[in-house]
Nanobody, 123 residues
Framework: QVQLVESGGGLVQAGGSLRLSCAAS????????MGWFRQAPGKEREFVAG????????YYADSVKGRFTISRDNAKNTVYLQMNSLKPEDTAVYCC????????????????WGQGTQVTVSS
């Protein structure tokens, strides 16, 4: 089992920044690919960013490319999502997830999920 706890969400004005953290406990963190997903009210959950467990390959949704950066610190069992130039359309609950796959953009390939943290961007 892997337990994931997100933090760092909040209310920010458009153009601002937030850094989300996801602390993992349980099985060896470095063996998992990690991802961030988000879900806005009335919308389906969507992939935001992912980072592999090995060579630290990263993937981003087109909507956040160039604005968001995913990173991980295996010594701290933590994955981060640095979000810059935030837009009102980034408003959502952000969840981190862990997969035994190297990396994935598909939610169904993730085995463990956190509860999520709310990000609200005002215009």
């Amino acid at each position: 089992q892997v337990q994931l706890v997100e933090s760092g969400g909040g209310l920010v004005q458009a153009g601002g920044s937030l850094r989300l953290s996801c602390a993992a406990s349980g099985r060896t963190f470095s063996n998992f690919g990690m991802g961030w997903f988000r879900q806005a009210p009335g919308k389906e959950r969507e992939f935001v960013a992912g980072i592999a467990w090995g060579v630290l390959r990263t993937y981003y949704a087109d909507s956040v490319k160039g604005r968001f950066t995913i990173s991980r610190d295996n010594a701290k069992n933590t994955v981060y999502l640095q979000m810059n130039s935030l837009k009102p359309e980034d408003t959502a609950v952000y969840c981190c997830a862990a997969t035994i796959a190297t990396i994935s953009v598909k939610a169904y390939e993730y085995d463990y999920w956190g509860q999520g943290t709310q990000v609200t961007v005002s215009s």
